[in-house]
Nanobody, 127 residues
Framework: VQLQASGGLVQAGGSLRLSCLAS????????TGWFRQAPGKEREFVAV????????YYADSVKGRFTISRDNAKNTVYLQMNSLKPEDTAVYYC??????????????????????WGQGTLVTVSS
């Protein structure tokens, strides 16, 4: 599975939608998560979605502002980011775990949970 994501530049308070396209195998086999890594910081969990889309979890720092969703017919997972802040500036990564169910937020927050990673895409939020 190859994961490709697209980012961009946006002003504070604005919105941006990231897309993660899975190729090689249908994304419907996978739980998919988003992580981010800001300059000088460790990579951190952002959000995760189950295969069916019925279960989602978010980091506290993005809850209420970000929404993860998926369209399995298009092999794509989305991260809608609203009310963006300069501290949201980071390289964003999508990742996939072979399986359909998210066992728990704690487990899905670990980078070790995931089997495939995208190359990362830069999101810059200007103040």
């Amino acid at each position: 599975v190859q994961l490709q994501a697209s980012g961009g530049l946006v002003q504070a308070g604005g919105s941006l939608r990231l897309s993660c396209l899975a190729s090689g195998r249908p994304s419907s086999d996978h739980v998919t998560g988003w992580f981010r890594q800001a300059p000088g910081k460790e990579r951190e969990f952002v959000a995760v979605i189950s295969w069916s889309g019925s279960t989602t979890y978010y980091a506290d720092s993005v809850k209420g502002r970000f929404t993860i969703s998926r369209d399995n017919a298009k092999n794509t997972v989305y991260l809608q980011m609203n009310s963006l802040k300069p501290e949201d500036t980071a390289v964003y990564y999508c990742a996939a775990h072979r399986g359909r169910v998210v066992t728990s937020k704690m487990i899905a927050s670990s980078q070790n949970y995931y089997d495939y990673w995208g190359q990362g895409t830069l999101v810059t939020v200007s103040s």
